[in-house]
């Protein structure tokens, strides 16, 4: 009983730990100014929206906002298109073509992101297009394209090869098969590559920060903004980041168990 | 499968345009990339650079800040890949057996994943600031002096380390609790009727088996962990006087502010071989007998 006991605890404070400072910024951002610094910290108090006000009257996060939601889904998007379509292929190759290509895929991913966003900048800044959306749908869709293949192939892994050979002795074409077979039965792993892919580019920061310019800032980016301008406001920067990370906390819970799996580009099975 | 029969499978038209577009822009971004570290490009005057050779590799070992940064980006991997996964490790031990709200606990432990790495840097800059923050409201209870978290060259980067394994340590947890889900209870139960204690059931026996899952997860926090930006840009800027300037982070900053791109793509070609030797040498030292898994 005593173990038992001595168990819940130390399940409270792993839950405390894990939970605490992200309880403390959503909080902090229904504080006034005054009680967001008392020290010591006022654990009740009575809420108000005048952070959030703050928020919606800056111009510059509403776009932000915007040019996030565009970004994020039009990349990731394309990237699920193309990728479904490479990867319906490759699950279908022998295991050792298949190995060295998921291997080649894979390699794409250990490179530092400086490694080819220097020379994007560069050709952008030649070109002027590093003001402009496609831009930055482009560098997402290139980054997310080797993950949604690695991820997609686990995913059409788990049909069963009957149903292509069924369909196939029925006459159907390639095409056919992945359209009308493939797609339909792997719904849910598209929809969750999807929604990591959403996650992945919504949260991303370097990438952005080096290639969006005035009108295509997205939030991450954009959030920086209230750490510089007369010093830090903590307030409106707790309210900003509440409103940024809540709806990746929706997405993420609704295909939790995808993401372990996702970001192990199923190495792990979750 | 032949070879004629291989060629004309329609299948192979679904990935191959893919991944020749894919090889065509890496093998082009990897010359481009080469050609200009080749240079002295720099955003300043473009267009009037001129072939250098190695100058930027050469310079790079002699320029003190830049192998200060490396060693740092040594450090912090090393800490943080060994420190997640140590306690990822005890944890997921820790909470190995039945208990109510276990999915919850499970769906707790995915928020600071998912959870935008910039808003996690905001979180703990707030945290610890030094007036009002509560790292230092809860060493003032237990009546230990005030740290300076983000301004003491000594303590930045292990602050920084704090984020980072808040946010990283409940990966580690969930991918090895799926692997110990998915493993056999038999050899456990064996070596339990044959006497064996409990902490020798665990590391005799139930360490091996979650060996696989934990030099998959060790690889990939080594790699995210040498990448590492977004908290370093949001804590501390590579301050207090570059005592957190890992070499990715300088590099940002040679680009980006000195606007000296060649030498930028040299440091971030090192950078990258650098991270496949250590990769390399990770792999065959948690995967020893290659080839079999």
Redesign the interface.
């Known amino acids: 009983m005593a173990r038992r006991a001595l168990?819940?605890v130390?399940?409270l404070l792993?839950?405390l730990?894990?939970?605490f400072?992200?309880y403390?910024?959503v909080v902090?951002s229904f504080k006034t100014t005054r009680d967001?610094?008392?020290?010591?910290?006022v654990w009740l108090f009575s809420p108000t929206l005048e952070n959030y006000r703050t928020v919606f009257a800056n111009r510059g996060f509403l776009s932000a906002f915007a040019n996030s939601f565009i970004i994020s889904i039009l990349s990731s998007a394309l990237a699920v298109a193309?990728g479904s379509?490479?990867?319906?292929?490759?699950a279908?190759?022998?295991a050792a073509l298949r190995r060295s290509?998921e291997k080649?895929?894979l390699s794409?991913?250990?490179?530092?992101?400086?490694?080819?966003v220097?020379?994007m900048?560069?050709l952008a800044?030649?070109i002027g297009a590093l003001n402009q959306h496609w831009l930055l749908i482009a560098a997402y869709a290139?980054v997310n394209?080797?993950f949604a293949?690695s991820l997609l192939i686990t995913f059409f892994d788990d049909i069963p090869k009957e149903l292509r050979d069924a369909a196939r002795v029925d006459g159907a074409?390639?095409f056919s098969v992945?359209w009308h077979v493939y797609l339909p039965a792997a719904r849910g792993g598209i929809v969750a590559t999807l929604i990591l892919c959403v996650?992945f580019t919504?949260?991303e920061?370097?990438v952005a920060?080096?290639l969006t310019g005035r009108n295509t800032q997205t939030?991450?980016v954009s959030?920086?903004s209230f750490?510089t301008f007369q010093g830090i406001q903590?307030g409106a920067?707790?309210a900003a980041?509440t409103l940024?990370?809540l709806p990746?906390?929706v997405?993420?819970?609704l295909v939790?168990g995808q993401?372990?799996r996702g970001?192990?580009l199923g190495?792990?099975?979750? | 499968m032949s070879t004629v029969a291989t060629a004309s499978d329609p299948t192979r038209h679904f990935f191959q345009p893919i991944i020749v577009c894919l090889t065509v822009a890496s093998v082009a971004l990897t010359l481009f990339v080469i050609w200009i570290s080749l240079h002295d490009l720099s955003l300043m005057r473009a267009g009037r650079e001129k072939f250098v050779g190695l100058d930027n590799y050469v310079r790079f070992f002699g320029d003190p800040r830049a192998m200060a940064a490396l060693w740092r980006t040594v450090l912090f991997t090393t800490l943080a890949t060994v420190i997640e996964i140590a306690l990822g490790l005890a944890v997921v031990l820790f909470l190995d057996r039945d208990f109510a709200m276990k999915r919850l606990v499970r769906t707790l432990l995915l928020v600071p994943i998912i959870m935008t790495p910039v808003v996690v840097g905001l979180t703990w800059r707030f945290l610890f600031d030094p007036a009002s923050g509560m790292a230092n409201y809860l060493l003032s209870l237990a009546g230990i002096s005030q740290v300076d978290w983000l301004g003491s060259p000594q303590v930045a980067l292990f602050s920084v380390l704090i984020a980072d394994i808040w946010q990283w340590t409940p990966f580690v947890i969930l991918l090895v609790m799926a692997a110990l889900e998915s493993a056999p209870t038999d050899p456990l139960d064996a070596a339990r009727v044959d006497g064996a204690r409990e902490w020798q059931v665990t590391w005799y026996v139930l360490l091996p088996m979650l060996r696989r899952a934990l030099a998959i997860v060790a690889l990939i926090r080594a790699i995210d962990s040498i990448k590492a930006f977004d908290l370093f840009y949001i804590m501390t800027r590579g301050g207090p006087a570059l005592s957190t300037e890992t070499l990715n982070y300088y590099g940002y900053i040679v680009a980006f502010t000195n606007f000296d791109i060649s030498y930028a793509l040299a440091i971030a070609i090192i950078l990258t071989i650098f991270t496949n030797v250590a990769l390399l040498t990770m792999y065959s030292v948690l995967f020893p007998k290659a080839g079999e898994r």
Do not use: D
């Open positions: 168990f819940y130390g399940l792993l839950l730990a894990v939970l400072p992200l403390w910024v902090t967001a610094f008392a020290i010591p910290p193309i379509i490479a990867a319906y292929g490759l279908q190759q022998p290509k080649f895929i794409l991913r250990i490179a530092p992101a400086l490694l080819f220097i020379p900048y560069y800044t030649r290139f394209v080797p293949i074409r390639e992945f996650l919504w949260n920061f370097f920060l080096v939030l991450p959030i920086t750490l903590w920067l707790t980041a940024i990370m990746m906390i997405l993420g819970v939790q993401i372990v970001m192990t190495s792990v099975k979750g």
